[in-house]
């Protein structure tokens, strides 16, 4: 089962920042918080990932609480584009599998 | 670089009919993922191969499924005796090993199985 939860929607007008949170109450020490999204008819396609420190990519910035316990996902200037479903993922770094589990996601939607 | 391909792109297929579907990974990738994905649901694994062998396998995967990977390379799942529920995309991800830094799984576009 996946251990995130995300709300099920969001809207974001084009060019404002979108910000997607995701709570992981349950993360333990030594798992990560993976992002991934998937745009309609594609597979999904990674985006970013931390441990406790906040990271920022070409893709994104990921903030992640103190406690851990929570942490958001922000694209700084929404283009129409980045309308997709995004899912929030908590994994051992060092998996044995590298299986993903994915949990249903957000679907932003970019408003023009 | 290629990404990872998968054919068909589309598959539509009578019940009780069987199905294969192929997969090709990036060249050096030796870690391959199968993934199914139904309409308004994330994916969720079905199984795993490091280079030839198998080494997971989901309790989805039914005993009608089967998937190989015969030369570490391309990875083919078969379906047998379809039903209309194994109505799905079905997504292949590889990954190479020891799992870089940043990326992880690269994903193929899918292929979507329509069973009538």
């Known amino acids: 089962d996946a251990k995130t939860t995300q709300p099920t929607s969001m809207d974001c007008a084009e060019g404002r920042a979108a910000n997607l949170p995701c709570n992981h109450s349950?993360?333990?020490?030594?798992?990560?918080v993976y992002w991934y999204r998937q745009i309609h008819s594609q597979g999904p396609q990674y985006i970013i990932h931390?441990?406790?420190n906040n990271e920022t990519n070409e893709m994104a910035s990921l903030i992640i609480t103190e406690d851990r316990k929570s942490s958001t996902l922000i694209l700084p200037h929404a283009t129409l584009r980045d309308t997709a479903v995004y899912y929030c993922?908590?994994?051992?770094?060092?998996?044995?599998?590298?299986?993903?589990?994915f949990g249903q996601g957000t679907t932003l939607q970019v408003k023009p | 670089d290629t990404g990872v391909s998968q054919n068909p792109r589309h598959k539509i297929t009578k019940r009780g009919q069987n199905v294969t579907f192929r997969c090709d990974p990036i060249s050096e990738h030796n870690r391959l993922y199968w993934y199914r994905q139904t309409l308004g649901q994330g994916p969720e694994f079905l199984t795993y191969?490091?280079?030839?062998?198998?080494?997971?396998k989901s309790r989805l995967l039914s005993d009608r499924f089967s998937a190989e990977r015969p030369k570490g390379s391309f990875s083919t799942l078969e379906i047998q005796r379809t039903e209309q529920g194994d109505s799905a995309m079905y997504l292949c991800?590889?990954?190479?090993?020891?799992?870089?830094?940043?990326?992880?799984?690269?994903f193929g576009p899918g292929t979507r199985l329509t069973v009538t």
């Open positions: 991800a590889s990954s190479p090993i020891p799992l870089s830094a940043g990326i992880e799984q690269y």
């Open positions: 349950t993360i333990s020490g030594n798992e990560y």
């Open positions: 931390g441990l406790k």
């Open positions: 993922i908590v994994r051992p770094r060092e998996s044995n599998t590298g299986k993903l589990i």
């Open positions: 191969f490091q280079n030839e062998a198998q080494l997971e």
